[in-house]
């Protein structure tokens, strides 16, 4: 079992960054793969970025390629969504995930959800 639990979204101007972070609990968390995903109203939850369970490999929706880094820190239970350059489309509750075998960017093959912290990018 992996609880999960989203900080540091907020309200931040286009062009402006925000660090997300995402804390797990559970003794298993360094084997699991992560994953943002992020969900704006009206709209279907969209992959963001997935990390695997070294760190070793990272991938990233098209339309935040460049802008985005997804890191995590197995040390400490911690994955980490760096958004720089962020714009008004950006906008959504973001999302962290755990998959327990292997990265993906579908949101049905993720195990273990957090509730969500709101990014509004002002423009």
């Known amino acids: 079992q992996v609880q999960l639990a989203e900080s540091g979204g907020g309200l931040v101007q286009a062009g402006g960054s925000l660090r997300l972070s995402c804390a797990a609990s559970?003794?298993?968390?360094?084997?699991?793969?992560m994953g943002w995903f992020r969900q704006a109203p009206g709209k279907e939850r969209e992959f963001v970025a997935t990390?695997?369970?070294?760190?070793?490999?990272?991938y990233y929706a098209d339309s935040v390629k460049g802008r985005f880094t997804i890191s995590r820190d197995n040390a400490k239970n911690t994955v980490a969504l760096q958004m720089n350059s962020l714009k008004p489309e950006d906008t959504a509750v973001y999302y962290c995930?755990?998959?327990?075998?292997?990265?993906?960017?579908?949101?049905?093959?993720?195990?273990?959800w957090g509730q969500g912290t709101q990014v509004t990018v002002s423009s």
């Open positions: 995930a755990a998959r327990r075998v292997g990265v993906s960017t579908a949101p049905s093959e993720y195990d273990y």
């Open positions: 990390i695997s369970w070294s760190g070793g490999r990272t």
């Open positions: 559970g003794r298993t968390f360094s084997s699991y793969a």
